[in-house]
């Protein structure tokens, strides 16, 4: 799944025809509990989840899975040169550091000519309007070009969590300049079969405004 939409890998098809990625090299960026590493390696894939969190990786150990997990920073990628023929991250990695291009360089870097970076983050658009599913949240309460990074703290001021804001123009222009073409700019719907909630994604917002930027992008 590329977002809380449900736009599924099967349907989108954004890193390729699923038979495709047998015996391909895939490296998963901010992975989590690598669950698209998991249905990578179901495709015939060879993928690597990586993610800076070691508790997530955890996680990822305990359901399974026979690839990879490593534990580093996506900005400073412990990999060779041309080393993938595929990158993915799915609300993974890049809406967490402050500068993005540190990250899609170093994965412009250990792919391989021709190879294809798909990420998906929340719509910029959405920082616009406040984190709430119902009514409440279709409001515009903020300013769109407001770059101030959202950041949680505990108990003693330390941030525990930190998401920065970029524009879509800041997203476009990131890509660019770390040395990827843009093929594709997905923003999906919200289907009619999906009626979770989930912060402020919903139906109701769902209809109104788009939750998820897919960006899908090639290093020529």
């Known amino acids: 799944?590329?977002?809380?939409?449900?736009?599924?890998?099967?349907?989108?098809?954004l890193l390729g025809p699923p038979e495709e990625l047998k015996g391909r090299d895939v490296l998963e960026?901010?992975?989590?509990?690598?669950?698209c590493s998991r249905w990578l390696a179901a495709q015939g894939a060879r993928p690597v989840a990586l993610d800076i969190s070691h508790r997530?990786?955890?996680?990822?150990?305990?359901?399974?899975?026979?690839?990879?997990?490593?534990?580093?920073?996506?900005?400073?990628?412990?990999?060779?040169?041309?080393s993938f023929d595929l990158a993915c991250s799915a609300y993974g990695a890049l809406p967490f550091v402050a500068d993005p291009r540190l990250v899609l360089r170093e994965v412009?870097?250990?792919?391989?000519?021709?190879?294809?970076?798909?990420?998906?983050?929340?719509h910029p658009i959405r920082w616009a309007f406040p984190d709430e599913p119902g009514p409440e949240?279709?409001?515009?309460?903020?300013?769109?070009?407001?770059?101030?990074?959202?950041v949680e703290q505990d108990d003693?001021?330390?941030?525990?969590?930190?998401?920065?804001h970029r524009t879509l123009g800041d997203r476009v222009r990131d890509v660019v300049a770390s040395g990827f073409r843009l093929v594709d700019l997905v923003e999906p719907e919200w289907p009619e079969w999906n009626t979770s909630e989930w912060g402020g994604w919903s139906p109701l917002r769902g209809a109104l405004i788009p939750g998820t930027a897919i960006f899908v992008c090639v290093r020529d």
């Open 108 to 122: 412009r870097r250990v792919l391989r000519p021709g190879g294809r970076l798909v990420f998906s983050v929340t």
């Open 137 to 150: 949240g279709l409001s515009v309460s903020g300013s769109y070009f407001d770059r101030t990074p959202y």
């Open 29 to 35: 960026l901010g992975a989590g509990a690598a669950q």
């Open 56 to 82: 997530q990786l955890q996680h990822a150990l305990r359901i399974g899975g026979e690839f990879p997990l490593v534990c580093a920073d996506a900005g400073a990628l412990p990999f060779a040169d041309v």
């Open 156 to 164: 003693t001021g330390h941030a525990v969590y930190v998401e920065h």
């Open 1 to 13: 799944m590329w977002g809380p939409e449900g736009l599924d890998e099967v349907e989108a098809e």
